[in-house]
Antibody, heavy 116, light 108 residues
Framework: QVQLVESGGRVVKPGRSLRLSCTAS????????MHWLRQAPGKGLEWVAV????????FYADSVKGRFTISRDNSNNTLYLQMDVLRAEDTAIYYC?????????WGPGTLVTVSS | EIVMTQSPATLSASLGGRVTLSCRAS??????LAWFQQKPGQAPRLLFY???TRVTGIPLRFSGSGAGTEFTLTISSLQSEDFAVYYC??????????FGQGTRLEIK
């Protein structure tokens, strides 16, 4: 069965960087586009970024464009989210999800807290 | 960007009852709409795609309908495990994928 496990979330100061990872198993990772989504505490769901199956194309929400970078390593079944110039409003649980269009399987999430 | 609006924000219902949750798109999304269920402390779970295609394992008491800009999720014979937050999501014109703000279904 599809399994996604995020890691890397922690408390970080504003302006700093953080890289999240998502390890995939139970499906052919290299055959699917992948998403990052997030959920601020007590709030709704927000799509963050998507990457094509071969990593050649990526797209971002306006709220993170220019600060976040999505990437993938198909040889290690791993998805990444590089987050730079973090802001307090980036505080959220970050989920990776299998695509390519509908996020049909989600990991349990990893919490990122941006606070001084 | 297509804006998704869900109503009501909170819905109270009794065990065994029937509820209808609404989702409206700011422009037509054809039938490119998904529904998710999220329980406290858990990741969202996909219930429907294509507005009305039930994901394997989702009980028959859940049904989805609609097309264009108006969609509904109906749950009949409510069970305790159905009380959760429900989100609609369009994938007709993306990026960005956009979600509604959610409907919280609580026990009356």
């Amino acid at each position: 069965q599809v399994q996604l496990v995020e890691s890397g979330g922690r408390v970080v100061k504003p302006g700093r960087s953080l890289r999240l990872s998502c390890t995939a198993s139970g499906f052919s990772f290299r055959d699917y586009g992948m998403h990052w989504l997030r959920q601020a505490p007590g709030k709704g769901l927000e799509w963050v970024a998507v990457i094509a199956l071969d990593g050649t194309n990526d797209f971002y929400a306006d709220s993170v464009k220019g600060r976040f970078t999505i990437s993938r390593d198909n040889s290690n079944n791993t998805l990444y989210l590089q987050m730079d110039v973090l802001r307090a409003e980036d505080t959220a649980i970050y989920y990776c999800a299998k695509g390519p269009t509908i996020p049909d399987h989600w990991g349990p999430g990893t919490l990122v807290t941006v606070s001084s | 960007e297509i804006v998704m609006t869900q109503s009501p924000a909170t819905l109270s219902a009794s065990l065994g009852g029937r509820v209808t949750l609404s989702c409206r798109a700011s422009q037509s999304v054809s039938n490119n709409l998904a529904w998710f269920q999220q329980k406290p402390g858990q990741a969202p779970r996909l219930l429907f795609y294509g507005a009305s295609t039930r994901v394997t394992g989702i009980p028959l008491r859940f049904s989805g309908s609609g097309a264009g800009t108006e969609f509904t999720l109906t749950i009949s014979s409510l069970q305790s495990e159905d009380f959760a937050v429900y989100y609609c999501q369009q994938y007709h014109k993306w990026p960005p994928i956009t979600f509604g703000q959610g409907t919280r279904l609580e026990i009356k």
